[in-house]
């Protein structure tokens, strides 16, 4: 991720832009572990502050990540909940399974929606694999 945060941030100043009034937020980073970086807000503006100094590095447990997102849901006060990702879709570190990660997000009843940051060098990976999914 290190040269497509510019990207990721603009990304996700795109997504809050469409946010009301009543949307509440909460950032979890993760690298070698998820962390909770900012807890329930409605200040958008903080989150994106924390997004922009955000330095990656190590490796990345994105499905541990999402396991914590949706943990965090549980204490959300809107009845419709979605945990945005924004990612280039590697994980080579995390504890957690697909499968567990689909039955948490069923249980907190949340939608994952994801926004993948690529460079024009994976997509020819993919392309290559075959699992573009421009295709």
Same mark, same amino acid.
């Given at each position: 991720?290190?040269? +497509?945060?510019?990207?990721? @941030?603009?990304?996700?100043? @795109? /997504? ?13 980073? /993760?690298?070698? !572990?998820? +962390? ?20 990656? /590095? ?11 997102? %949706?943990? &965090?849901?549980?204490?959300? !006060? ?19 399974? %697909? ?11 949340? &939608? ?11 997509? +020819?990976?993919?392309? !290559? ?7």
């Amino acid at each position: 991720m290190r040269n +497509k945060m510019h990207r990721s @941030s603009q990304a996700a100043a @795109s /997504f809050f832009k469409t946010a009301n009034p009543e949307d509440e937020f909460f950032l979890v980073k /993760f690298n070698e !572990r998820p +962390k909770l970086a900012v807890s329930f807000t409605p200040n958008a503006d903080e989150l994106y502050e924390h997004i922009v100094r955000t330095k990656p /590095f190590g490796q990345t447990s994105l499905l541990d990540a999402i396991h914590l997102a %949706a943990c &965090q849901m549980k204490n959300a !006060r809107n009845s419709r909940k979605a945990i945005v990702i924004f990612s280039d879709g590697g994980d080579n570190r995390s504890r957690h399974s %697909a499968s567990e990660i689909k039955n948490a997000l069923v249980e907190s009843d949340v &939608q994952l929606y994801a926004m993948g940051i690529f460079d024009s060098d994976s997509r +020819k990976l993919r392309r !290559r694999k075959g699992t573009d999914p421009s295709c």
